[in-house]
């Protein structure tokens, strides 16, 4: 492979990355070091499932991509080994699944991340971690937009059994 085709390569893949972190809803940036192969294998699959995208990539090329996609302050992000998660619909699902498995996989450590195209550091991924999913929240939601009409209902059913009741006595 020629060098010019090494670097036009490099260039395609610093602006894949690019796009990635544009389009993205959150990105979480770990630090495997430590995992076994089938730790990271769980991971992935855990990952995959919720529609998230994990990477291993180099650190200069994720420099390069997030320094192109605007977002600044993530030098110190990537260092050491690191793996990226992508996750183009959820926000809270990725910061979620990490934080979940690290409880369990305590060489897992969460670097930094990017949420809705703003850089966070690890305390604001582990405060979206512990926020409920997306399906949480709209059940929540619909519980709250639920319960005037159930109140109401109890009460016109209550109001018609004490009309029964009157009219049979």
Same mark, same amino acid.
């Given at each position: 492979m020629s060098k010019a085709?090494?670097?036009? $390569?490099? *260039?395609?893949?610093?602006?894949?990355? =690019? @796009? $990635?972190f *544009?389009?993205?809803? /959150?990105?979480?940036?770990?630090?495997? &070091? !430590?995992l076994t192969v089938g730790q990271v294998t769980e991971l992935r699959k855990q990952l995959r499932d919720a529609g998230i995208e994990m990477r291993v990539l180099k650190n200069?090329?994720? &420099? &390069?991509?997030?320094?192109?996609? !605007?977002? *600044?302050?993530?030098?110190?992000?990537? @260092?050491?080994p690191t793996a990226v998660a992508f996750s183009n619909e959820e926000v809270v699902?990725?910061?979620?699944?990490i934080a979940e498995f690290a409880k369990d996989a305590e060489a897992l450590e969460i670097k930094g991340g990017v949420l809705e195209g703003k850089v966070a550091d690890v305390d604001q991924i582990n405060k979206i971690a512990k926020l409920p999913s997306r399906e949480?929240?709209?059940?929540?939601l619909l519980s709250?937009?639920?319960a005037p009409m159930r109140? =109401? /209902?109890l009460a016109? $059913?209550?109001?018609? *059994? @004490?009309?029964?009741?009157e009219e049979a006595a």
């Open positions: 085709s090494v670097i036009a $390569k490099k *260039e395609e893949l610093v602006n894949e990355l =690019t @796009k $990635k *544009e389009d993205a809803q /959150a990105v979480v940036v770990v630090d495997y &070091r !430590g200069t090329m994720l &420099r &390069r991509a997030a320094e192109a996609a !605007g977002l *600044e302050g993530m030098e110190d992000v990537f @260092k050491g699902a990725p910061a979620k699944i949480g929240l709209l059940s929540m709250v937009l639920q109140n =109401t /209902a016109v $059913k209550a109001v018609a *059994e @004490k009309k029964a009741e």
